[in-house]
């Protein structure tokens, strides 16, 4: 076996009281791709920040190739041959892709090597299949492709190991086989990766070993993914067996949401087409699509953010005749937003702010425009407690939380006022195999008191799970309509790509 | 080797330590300029205090100057807590002193005049800032910019009108008619110019801090200024609320402009404010953007410009070093923020 690319030893790192890692090791040899596996919150991100240089560890050290080194600032992590993509990325979006590899390098006597950057950039695109337009302005790059200027980004400055912190949460699932071909190109070259994620499935396909965190340590060690079972691992993360959720029979009432010959105009992304669907009290209806199919405008239009140019639209029997947010949750609409963050919550607001902000001009949180605190803190603290919301308390900045225990907080703040029908987007996005269990657990209760809930993703094992019935999209029409009994990954997946229209 | 680190979260004390920090690090870095005149560093601040908080006079003259700055600076903190950019509390404050000042010339009784004046100059603010809130909720136009830009034409309009036909033709200056005898807010200590306005502010902080924290409209404010796509997506009307923050916090600026004519000019010329408007800013800034803070923000650069016309009669040293330090207090406090994000740690250099 080679000499370890990299080894960590003995890492230890506090936050206050909170012990974030604790003992911990772990080595990547040339060529070898290791997952970094845990819930949130079990470490992995702070053990990688420490690697990268954004945290000094309490104790132990860091060893390049055999040295001891010090790491101190990315630019530190980038000299040794660290390199990282994080979740969110670090880029000039109004300079090109050129531009942004050129960043902080130094040129030939105060000039940019434009010409030797481009050299590179060619190079390194050939060498793994990582082509980008070297022109091109960073906004005018997708998603994924904003990810491959990231991964250039680091093997630009000579990084021989990559760290990568999620990097397919962000993506649809045929960018992910890009993604993967890329990362198995890089690692047959000799460069190390360390993988980050909790997709067990992902994990099993690409990694060729595994580290497991638990509460900051090393709670296993996995030789051999691809010959161990999703349940094994799941198991070694949370410390107990993980069992799917059984989705029961029910009988699905009368229908609480219809949209009918639904269309918008392109306003940003793709326009709805003629959309008819219905949902009855006691069903969960799945929308499925590659991400930018209409499931954005679609989400829009049934939380009354946007209102349609053609076609109509009832919430528990009634029409809706303006649509407003306030309006379309006066009849009864819960909504648990795709973007926790930026759509959902307030960050820097205390948690207890969120969770009333839908309803807080309504009684239960005011009363003649006076706030009721007692009330809201009440409310916030019954929450917490009822869905165990990690968190010092009700007044805790929102943006403290973890991703499950924000999730849990969306999802308290429109339960309690039992809405007629849910409507959900990607609602395990980012999640680790616990919160998403807790989440589809309680959609599952919902169906069983009578709500009914569209629940949109590209999970397509997620959909089959929670659904009676998958509508596929694709270029803003819902090209078909299954009982999820007759649907199966394969077919979901070819349809939505457009390849079975209408039949 | 010194390096940021982010913090988690930010321990409460930090509120009430960090402007103490800025003020701190204000005076010793304006001691360099007060060495440079040639003047004794403790004499100079020494004098400074004793002519602005030094006795019970100094202390009302203190008083009465703290009084726009505490209108300027609450109009300044309601507005960024909306991320309502409004650089433009100096114009509001002008047109708050001309609507007053207008009303106030009118014979009429006293109370009824005061109260008239009061809402004069509230509605002239507020209609000043209406127009840069509507120009970026409409246009999307910035607000920083047209703020700023729209204080420049107040003032010389405002210049025009006591040049031309506002000119009081009893003194032939350009300087508006004044306000009736009978409209004088009422001095509340004789032989002092503290006046009843000075009661308004230290009221209106709490009053304007209830509105923040305990009202739907301070939520909706909080929340617009932290995340206006949550908040259009939970179902507040973002412009509305907008365009509701602009009109409360001109309508607190021309408050500022209605105590400068009321209590203390009884008229209305070009140089009534002082950068009362900018001010507000800095006010704003030192208190965080909370209005219980604001008092204590505008005392203290109230002191600092009180004291350093004394400190430059008795030392010599340029009155202008008021404004060196009020701006190097807001240059500090802006520093000083950056430590509740982040924390510094020493850590070794790296081999």
Known sequence: MPAPLIEMRGISKSFGAVMANEAVDLSVAPGEILGLLGENGAGKTTLMNVLFGAYAPDAGEILVQGRPVTINSSADALAVGIGMVHQHFHLAPRLSVLENLLIGIPGKSGRIDRAGGLARLNEIGRQHGLTLDPDLPVTALSIGEQQRLEIVKALFRGARLLILDEPTAVLAPTEVDGLFSALRSMAAQGLGIIFISHKLNEVRALTHRCVVLRHGRVTGRVDTPASTTSSEMARLMCGHEIVPPARGPSTPGEAVLTLDGISTSRHSGMALRDVSLSVRAGEILGIAGVSGNGQRALAEVISGIRAPDAGQMTIAGKMVARFSPREVQALGLGRIPEDRMTTGLVTNLPLADSMVLPRIGTGAFSRNGLLRPDAIRAFAEAQIKAYDIRCPGPMTRAGALSGGNLQKALLARELAFDPKVLIVSQPTRGLDIGAARFIHEKFLAMRAKGCGLVVLGEDLEELLMLSDRIAVMYEGRIVRTLDSADATIARLGLMMTGAEGHS | ?351
């Not at chain 2, 940021?4 to 204000?26: K, M, V």
């Not at chain 2, 001691?31 to 006795?55: H, K, N, P, R």
């Not at chain 2, 008239?116 to 509507?134: E, F, K």
Request: hydrophobic share 55%; net charge neutral; aromatic share 8%.
């Open chain 2, 1 to 351: 080797m010194i390096r940021l680190e982010a913090r988690t979260s930010t321990p409460g004390w930090f509120n009430l330590a960090l402007p103490l920090l800025a003020i701190g690090a204000t005076l010793v870095l304006c001691s360099g300029l007060i060495a440079l005149a040639g003047a004794g560093i403790v004499e100079a601040y020494g004098v400074m205090f004793s002519a602005s908080l030094g006795d019970s006079y100094a202390i009302t003259e203190t008083l009465v100057r703290a009084t726009p700055m505490i209108f300027t600076g609450l109009a300044v903190a309601v507005a960024f807590r909306a991320k309502f950019w409004n650089i433009g509390a100096e114009g509001q404050l002008l047109a708050g002193a001309v609507a007053s000042c207008a009303v106030g010339a009118i014979p009429m009784p006293g109370p009824l005049a005061m109260l008239l004046m009061a809402l004069a100059g509230a509605a002239a603010g507020a209609a000043v800032a209406l127009v840069p809130a509507t120009l970026r909720v409409k246009f999307r136009v910035d607000d920083v910019v047209s703020s700023l830009l729209l204080n420049s034409v107040i003032f010389y309009a405002l210049m025009a009108l006591i040049e031309g036909p506002w000119k009081d033709s009893f003194s032939g200056y350009p300087i508006s008619p004044p306000i009736e005898d009978s409209a004088n807010f009422p001095v509340l200590l004789e032989g002092t110019r503290l006046h009843l306005g000075v009661v308004a502010a230290f009221l209106a902080a709490p009053v304007i801090w209830f509105l923040i924290a305990r009202t739907t409209l301070g939520f909706r404010i909080r929340v617009v200024g932290e995340n206006p796509e949550a908040a259009r997506y939970g179902g507040i009307h973002v412009e509305r609320v907008l365009i509701s923050t602009a009109l409360l916090s001109g309508a607190l600026a021309g408050l500022a402009g209605v105590g400068e004519v009321g209590g203390v000019h009884f008229q209305v010329m070009s140089d009534i404010s002082p950068g009362y408007g900018y001010s507000g800013i800095v006010v704003a800034m030192l208190a965080r953007l909370n209005p219980l803070g604001v008092v204590p923000a505008a005392l203290f650069l109230a002191a600092v410009m009180t004291g350093a016309e004394a400190m430059s009669r008795a030392t010599g040293v340029p009155a202008f070093l008021s404004d060196v330090i009020q701006g190097t207090a807001l240059l500090a406090m802006l520093v000083a923020l950056l430590f509740t994000a982040y924390r510094v740690r020493r850590v070794g250099t790296a081999r």
